[in-house]
């Protein structure tokens, strides 16, 4: 194989029309351009220049070889731009996230990231965490956003990726104003054994979580309806079907606006991280490292929800 930087001597020489003026712009020796110049001519088998005393003209294997020579050049300025210019990224960027996060963490990270890197395309799928984890690990996105416990991605090999939280959650039992528990500041989970609810389906990181809790001190709800949404369980709550497992930030604009009551429970275990999952930075591309990058260094991890 031929160094490039045999090539560029050559197209240099070229252009000077002298060896002389080839050093003086390359800021090397006479000889050391010469031998180069040699190099290159072995490499060929025959002369590229016919050298004189007023310096040197291409030979007709020198005409031949200039214009490929030019183009290895704008090739290789364009492969040193492509590596030089880190703020401009492009390309694609695949996102596979949990419904919670989809519909209320995402969106404003979405617009930051965007305005920052106008020249990357972003995809979003929708799904509960199970289905975002096997969706990285299957190759069709670049980076999974899931809710809950680690099992959900423990089998992928902590050499290819890595897992970062990126916000720290909380689980509140969400009931409508007229709900006997309404009036409550708090709930304690083994009261939650026989009330009617509206449920997750199964795959879901909340219902994972919320499954745990209830299980470790037997408390059974009574399930109504299963839904994939949160904003269709919120209609299903304020409709008087039964109280919800929902994140905080899901419910932030209701019970601000005073149409839902969110009621923490008297249980640590309903506190989860909201968790990015990526390549690790040796595997990842540029749009995959700056979005994990703006995703996990960005703010306050217990910030509430964007409108």
């Known amino acids: 194989m031929i160094d490039p ?54 030979t007709d294997l020198g005409e031949r070889l200039r214009p490929r020579a030019e183009a290895l050049e704008r090739v290789m300025a ?7 210019d ?3 990224l492009e390309g694609r960027l695949g ?10 963490w995402l969106p404003s990270r979405l617009v930051a990231f965007q305005l920052a890197h106008p020249g990357v395309q972003v995809r979003v799928i929708t799904c509960n965490s199970r ?3 096997a969706a990285l690990a299957g190759g069709r996105v670049d980076v999974a956003l899931v809710e809950g416990l680690s ?4 089998a992928l090999p902590a050499t290819v990726y890595a897992a970062n939280p990126v916000h720290d959650d909380e689980i509140v039992v969400v009931v409508a104003p007229s709900h ?38 037997g408390a059974r709800p009574r399930v109504r309806l299963e839904l994939t949404e949160p904003e269709a369980m919120k209609r299903a709550v304020r409709a008087g079907i039964g109280a919800a497992f929902l994140s905080r930030i899901a419910v932030a604009d209701e019970v601000a606006a005073g149409t839902l009551v969110a009621l923490p429970c008297q249980d640590a275990g309903l506190r989860r991280a909201f968790t990015l999952l990526a390549p690790v930075d040796e595997l ?8 994990a990058s703006a995703a996990i260094h960005r703010g306050d991890r217990t910030e509430g929800a964007v409108a």
Do not use: N
Request: charged share 25%.
């Open 86 to 88: 880190e703020g401009a």
């Open 131 to 133: 289905e975002a984890v």
């Open 180 to 217: 006997p528990l309404a009036s409550r500041d708090t709930v304690d989970v083994r009261e939650l054994d026989g009330i009617e609810v509206v449920w997750r389906e199964v795959g879901s990181g909340t219902r994972d979580v919320v499954q745990g809790v209830l299980d470790a001190v």
């Open 5 to 58: 930087s045999l090539v560029r001597t050559f197209l240099v020489v070229a252009r000077a029309g002298s060896v002389s003026a080839a050093a003086v712009q390359l800021h090397r020796s006479q000889p050391a351009i010469s031998a180069q110049i040699r190099k290159l001519e072995r490499a060929f088998g025959e002369p590229l220049f016919v050298r004189g005393t007023r310096g040197v003209r291409l």
């Open 95 to 104: 996102i596979a996230a949990s419904t919670t996060i989809a519909l209320y």
């Open 284 to 291: 990842a591309s540029r749009a995959t490292r700056a979005f």
């Open 151 to 154: 099992e959900a991605w423990r």
């Open 78 to 84: 364009g492969v040193a731009a492509l590596r030089d």
